[in-house]
């Protein structure tokens, strides 16, 4: 079993900044690919930004310039550092990774955090 545990969300002004942070644990061989992701009442799920193995990221283009995505390997960590916060920024955020389990035999997967609010008041 692969868990995902969110941290860092909250409430915070317009051109605020918050970071989050997200700890993978389980019987993993390996992480490839990481992401962000948020969904605001109402509207699907979508990719905020991504990073994968090899520290190759790529950002949604509503947050380019504001948002940046890291990765501590030894540590199985996920980070979100969110400046210069607006209104529509306003969501709930989920951690995803997908990777390898221990056991070879179970082949991939591909888990989700239970998501953490970020709310920006105008």
């Known amino acids: 079993q692969v868990q995902l545990v969110e941290s860092g969300g909250g409430l915070v002004q317009a051109g605020g900044s918050l970071r989050l942070s997200c700890a993978v644990s389980?019987?993993?061989?390996?992480?490839?690919?990481m992401g962000w992701y948020r969904q605001a009442p109402g509207k699907q799920r979508g990719l905020v930004a991504g990073v994968t193995s090899g520290d190759v990221t790529n950002y949604s283009d509503s947050v380019k310039g504001r948002f940046t995505i890291s990765r501590d390997n030894t540590k199985k960590t996920m980070f979100l550092q969110m400046n210069r916060l607006q209104p529509e920024d306003t969501a709930v955020y989920y951690c995803?990774?997908?990777?390898?389990?221990?056991?070879?035999?179970?082949?991939?997967?591909?888990?989700w955090g239970q998501g953490t609010q970020v709310t920006v008041s105008s």
């Open positions: 995803n990774a997908q990777g390898l389990y221990s056991d070879l035999f179970r082949g991939p997967f591909n888990s």
């Open positions: 389980g019987s993993i061989r390996r992480i490839n690919a």
